[in-house]
């Protein structure tokens, strides 16, 4: 079934530091949605992409959509500890209509 | 009220236990969802509901029931599980199964023994 990989896994960075998660899919995407879970915590939504090449920002979060729809970017500006959690993103499928989650990138921020 | 709520936060129940696993959203969403998330992993879509409808079961072992009483319920009834179904179970909700940008519930971490 179609999948949507995302790297890095992990990620640990000094405070202060840049930080980028990727999310690529084999197949063009509709839209896609990011979510941040803090550890212990549930999926929180973030944004939503929708058009070839839109940039959305949120204070120091960046969020990218591709241009041929088949990758996303979330870049954090000056992590800060508060930053730490996975960061998921999630489509729906073509023809299913199954939201899914891609695999993650843990972020740690070291103080 | 923009939240979803889950019922028990916490759970350990015996292989031969019966339980329900209970959620509730009061902002008019008409898809509700529910999702299993083990441990460093993403959330895996197990069931959807949309108009009180199930419209996807992802192939769940019958152990596992859902139930959507009303638009603003739904449940998941717990029986005969074994200890690699403990996971985080959560649930969420949307406007419609087409409107993305789920709530979730804080979850239910759920223990066999």
């Known amino acids: 079934g179609q999948q949507v990989m995302q790297i890095p896994q992990y990620q640990h960075v000094q405070e202060g530091e840049d930080f980028t998660t990727y999310c690529n899919s084999s197949t063009t995407l509709s839209n896609i949605q990011w979510y941040k879970q803090r550890p212990g915590g549930h999926p929180v939504f973030l944004i939503q992409?929708?058009?070839?090449?839109e940039v959305k920002k949120q204070k120091r979060l960046t969020f990218q959509f591709g241009e041929a729809k088949k990758n996303s970017s979330l870049h954090i500006t000056a992590t800060q500890t508060t930053d730490v959690g996975t960061y998921f993103c999630a489509t729906i499928t073509s023809g299913t209509y199954k939201y899914i989650f891609g695999t993650g990138t843990r972020l740690k921020v070291l103080a | 009220d923009t939240e979803v709520t889950q019922t028990p936060k916490h759970l350990v129940m015996g292989m031969t236990n019966k339980k329900s696993l209970k959620c509730e959203q009061h902002?008019?969403?008409?898809?509700m969802y529910w999702y299993k998330q083990k441990a460093k992993k993403p959330p895996e879509l197990m069931f959807v509901y949309s108009y009180e409808k199930l419209s996807i079961n992802e192939s769940v072992p019958s152990r596992f029931s859902p139930e959507c009483p009303n638009s603003s319920l739904l449940n998941l009834h717990l029986h005969a599980l074994q200890p690699e179904d403990s996971a985080l179970y959560l649930c969420a909700s949307s406007q419609a199964r087409t409107n993305y940008g789920y709530t979730f519930g804080s979850g239910t971490r759920l223990t066999v023994v």
């Open positions: 902002m008019g969403h008409r898809a």
């Open positions: 992409l929708v058009k070839s090449g």
